[in-house]
């Protein structure tokens, strides 16, 4: 799967941290949702 600047976003699933299941068309229905991307290293210098 490809994604190029612009296109909308596919819809998956994930598990939030209480175990339950997220989907991100649920959200989007809700308010703008906004992703957040950072690699492994980037991360574990934030903790």
Do not use: E, N
Request: aromatic fraction near 8%; charged fraction near 20%; charge should be positive.
């Amino acid at each position: 799967m490809s994604i190029q600047v612009g296109d909308p976003a596919p819809d998956f699933t994930l598990k939030s941290q209480d175990g339950s299941q997220i989907r991100l068309y649920d959200l989007l229905s809700q308010k703008p949702v906004v992703f957040i991307l950072l690699s492994q290293r980037q991360y574990a210098r934030m903790h």
